[in-house]
């Protein structure tokens, strides 16, 4: 797969290549090495994923890219986006979990015995020990070979991995109780070995009597254990992207122009095209309502629960369920332009990035393999030197080899990335990559826009005074609704919309005498009753003149319905805070974060929308400019700064912050410019799960990676003094690497913490109109 990117100021491509044949961070660094010698290449490659991601200049060749990490001594191929819906075919053929999981079988069969005579002293009848090295005998050829080959073949380009260690380990072990069994009078009949899980000095009596033949079939039976175990994890770590993949739709109900219904599939769909969706299928592609009312289950994209009550002229998401009545929409995009195509691309680009902490890890595994194999050495030759026995020299050796193996340094990183990001994607967080997981655990102060993020941007009534002598609010705002239905003012629209959710079956009288006055309302007349929408000013009744001065006193709208020439009511309209915008706000507080809000808007409208989130910094008034002057003036002084907006004008503070924060309602350029997109249909809501989750992630990144190099700090040295057995090596090596793959798999079932604070933390102003209780 190859597309474009930048890279300072020169245009460079970006293509993914599928390598097979790596086995550990060693390999990896190997990888990234080899590449980065081509001009103008640096590379990113990823163990859990087996993919490399490759920035080039465009005249390089993708062929000159599968020469070089076929030259490190691996396969690779250009890498293609599977069909959409694809279903996953578990390990990939060639690699190294698949390999394991085709030898695991026979190899367990054969080494079980050879274990369990060598391990049980009364079982260990008349000529066991030839029993048990026919047994070892094709485990340690043919079981241990992917190891074998992976050892040659990085000899004969002068490195050493995680199969070196293996191949030396196993072989040493064969190799020394083949001589003991044919030289050394451990083949005598009636031979006994008793078995300890700590080496003794002379285990065996005297001589080269002992065996190590439960070293050379344990070692590779406990590896392609190991290795089977991680790659199940690994795809259960990578579920969720799967689970995005398998929403999309394959065929979908075209209408004609003379509206029947012909099935195609799904991907000959154009923009502008009308399908149908009856109830209980999945919604084809993004477009809009033209016909139909229906509640749509958005679960399984966004992560909401409840479904959404749709109308015509409202958006849905292609994927979505229809759980109502039949829907004809109008495909507003398509293909790889889907909402569905964006998220799932989003997260296939986070986990193909490598966090710093990674990045260390796998330059330190580059030449922590060639380190152990001398220590290895090295400890064989001290032994030696010291008296001790052979076989106990070589038992030492042995288990620094096998236990030393860097799988866990490989997997700490990039399985946690896969289980965070497909997690964050259920919950409607999209997050571009390690660097944003890692900015988004070190932000201390959130700059907030107003209009689009925290409020919906339209229009809305928020509160209505009927006069106390008069018609009543409904009758009047019926009257009022009826008028300004033929308006395409914003007021207007807000005023119609109140009337109809308060008129019964949403049906408005007709209205005659329509007239306009710009900068002054409109009037007409309806049901034989001269009625008047104006923006209200004196000569009102006590409580209508109240009404109004408190909606200015928050520099809202004011606008009063006159009906016959008598004042029956006054209005209030402003923007619509989110739903959740509180809590959300809340949250982040919650977490220990400084909120700022920044808006171009009045001062007013600014100050009201901060009284009732609790925020106490606002700027006003701001333009692009001065939103960018903000995110500088804070960093300059020490914060770690995250924007979040939605417009165009807020692209360039995105740009500026450490972090720019999108919602996915928001436009384009917004989107592209941020590090992290919330898609959930309520986005503002999901920003603190962002920095929650961020905060977990790194968390278990950093617990992996302490898991993996304490694991060796530990056993290393009690493999030097003797204190591990070869076998009991393997077993640690590969439960390591499973258990971190498994740390990072509980990212899958993390949980955000309470959406709804306590209603006693709710302050007055949040509980007034437009705040869901």
């Known amino acids: 797969m190859t597309g474009r990117g930048t890279a300072g100021a020169e245009a460079r491509a970006t293509t993914d290549l599928t390598v097979t044949g790596m086995t550990c961070a060693a390999c990896v660094a190997r990888v990234e090495k080899r590449l980065g010698r081509l001009e103008g290449v640096s590379a990113t490659v990823n163990l859990a994923t087996g993919t490399a991601r490759v920035l080039h200049p465009p005249a390089t060749r993708a062929d000159d890219l599968v020469a070089a990490v076929e030259g490190a001594g691996y396969r690779a191929k250009i890498r293609r986006p599977a069909p959409p819906g694809a279903p996953d075919g578990g390990a990939r053929d060639g690699s190294p979990e698949a390999v394991a999981a085709a030898r695991l079988a026979p190899v367990a069969l054969l080494a079980l015995p050879v274990l369990v005579l060598s391990m049980t002293t009364a079982l260990q009848f008349r000529n066991w020990q030839w029993l048990c090295f026919v047994l070892t005998a094709p485990v340690a050829a043919w079981g241990a070979w992917p190891f074998h080959r992976g050892a040659l073949r990085g000899l004969r380009h002068s490195a050493a991995t995680m199969d070196t260690l293996v191949s030396l380990g196993v072989a040493a072990s064969f190799c020394w109780s083949a001589y003991a069994l044919f030289l050394g009078g451990a083949g005598a009949p009636g031979m006994r070995m008793p078995f300890s899980l700590v080496p003794s000095a002379d285990p065996g009596g005297p001589g080269t009597a002992h065996l190590y033949l439960e070293a050379a079939a344990g070692v590779p039976l406990f590896v392609l254990l190991g290795r089977v175990l991680e790659g199940r994890a690994r795809r259960g770590a990578g579920q969720a992207l799967r689970a995005l993949a398998a929403l999309t739709v394959r065929d979908a109900r075209l209408l004609d122009e003379k509206g029947r219904e012909h099935l195609v599939p799904a991907s000959e769909l154009k923009v502008g095209?009308?399908?149908?969706?009856?109830?209980?299928?999945?919604?084809?592609?993004?477009?809009?309502?033209?016909?139909?009312?229906?509640?749509?289950?958005?679960?399984?994209?966004?992560?909401?629960?409840?479904?959404?009550?749709?109308?015509?002229?409202?958006?849905?998401?292609?994927?979505?369920?229809?759980?109502?009545?039949?829907?004809?929409?109008?495909?507003?995009?398509?293909?790889?332009?889907?909402?569905?195509?964006?998220?799932?691309?989003?997260?296939?680009?986070?986990?193909?990035?490598?966090?710093?902490?990674?990045?260390?890890?796998?330059?330190?595994?580059?030449?922590?393999?060639?380190?152990?194999?001398?220590?290895?050495?090295?400890?064989?030759?001290?032994?030696?030197?010291?008296?001790?026995?052979?076989?106990?020299?070589?038992?030492?050796?042995?288990?620094?080899?096998?236990?030393?193996?860097?799988?866990?340094?490989?997997?700490?990183?990039?399985?946690?990335?896969?289980?965070?990001?497909?997690?964050?994607?259920q919950l409607g967080v999209l997050v571009s990559g390690p660097r944003a997981l890692e900015t988004l655990r070190r932000v201390d102060t959130v700059v907030l826009d107003k209009t689009g993020t925290l409020t919906t941007g339209l229009m809305a009534v928020l509160s209505a005074t009927a006069d106390p002598a008069g018609l009543g609010e409904q009758a009047a705002t019926r009257l009022a609704g009826a008028v300004e239905d033929a308006s395409e003012?914003?007021?207007?629209?807000?005023?119609?919309?109140?009337?109809?959710?308060?008129?019964?079956?949403?049906?408005?009288?007709?209205?005659?005498?329509?007239?306009?006055?710009?900068g002054a309302g409109v009037r007409g007349t309806v049901e034989g009753r001269s009625v008047a929408v104006r923006t209200a000013g004196g000569g009102l009744p006590p409580a209508l003149a109240r009404a109004r001065d408190a909606a200015e006193s928050r520099a809202h709208t004011a606008v009063a319905v006159e009906v016959d020439g008598r004042p029956e009511l006054v209005l209030e309209l402003g923007d619509v805070l989110r739903p959740g915008g509180y809590r959300a706000v809340d949250r982040l507080r919650r977490l220990g974060l400084s909120v700022v809000l920044a808006t171009g808007d009045r001062e007013g409208p600014a100050r009201?929308?901060?009284?009732?989130?609790?925020?106490?910094?606002?700027?006003?008034?701001?333009?692009?400019?001065?939103?960018?002057?903000?995110?500088?003036?804070?960093?300059?002084?020490?914060?770690?700064?995250?924007?979040v907006g939605d417009g165009v004008n807020d692209t360039a503070a995105l740009a500026a912050a450490d972090l720019g924060i999108a919602l996915g309602s928001g436009t384009d350029a917004a989107i592209g410019a941020a590090d992290v997109t919330l898609v959930r249909e309520e986005g503002i809501e999901a920003l603190a799960d962002a920095f929650a989750l961020a905060r977990r992630t790194v968390a278990a990144v950093r617990a992996n990676l302490l898991w993996a190099f304490g694991y060796n700090a530990v056993t290393l040295p009690l493999a030097a003094v003797g204190l591990l057995d070869p076998m009991v090596a393997a077993a640690a090596m590969s439960a390591s690497s499973v258990l971190v793959v498994a740390g990072s798999l509980r990212l899958r079932a993390w949980q955000p913490g309470p959406r709804r604070p306590p209603r006693a933390a709710l302050g007055p102003r949040a509980r007034t109109a437009g705040w869901p209780a």
């Open 489 to 518: 003012h914003p007021v207007g629209r807000a005023v119609a919309a109140r009337a109809r959710r308060l008129s019964p079956g949403h049906a408005l009288p007709h209205v005659t005498d329509f007239a306009a006055t710009p």
């Open 608 to 643: 009201d929308i901060a009284d009732r989130l609790g925020v106490t910094e606002v700027r006003a008034g701001q333009s692009p400019e001065d939103k960018v002057r903000l995110v500088r003036e804070l960093r300059g002084r020490g914060h770690r700064v995250a924007m």
């Open 273 to 425: 095209d009308r399908f149908t969706v009856r109830p209980g299928e999945r919604i084809a592609t993004d477009g809009v309502v033209v016909e139909g009312r229906s509640a749509v289950d958005l679960s399984l994209v966004t992560g909401e629960s409840d479904p959404v009550e749709t109308a015509p002229g409202d958006g849905v998401t292609g994927a979505a369920v229809n759980a109502g009545g039949r829907l004809v929409v109008r495909a507003t995009a398509v293909g790889e332009d889907t909402r569905l195509a964006r998220i799932a691309r989003l997260v296939t680009e986070a986990q193909a990035g490598k966090a710093r902490a990674q990045r260390l890890a796998d330059r330190l595994a580059g030449v922590f393999v060639p380190c152990v194999v001398v220590l290895a050495v090295t400890v064989l030759g001290f032994w030696l030197g010291a008296g001790a026995s052979p076989e106990s020299a070589v038992t030492c050796a042995v288990a620094v080899l096998v236990v030393a193996c860097p799988c866990a340094l490989g997997l700490a990183t990039p399985t946690a990335l896969l289980a965070a990001s497909g997690r964050g994607a």
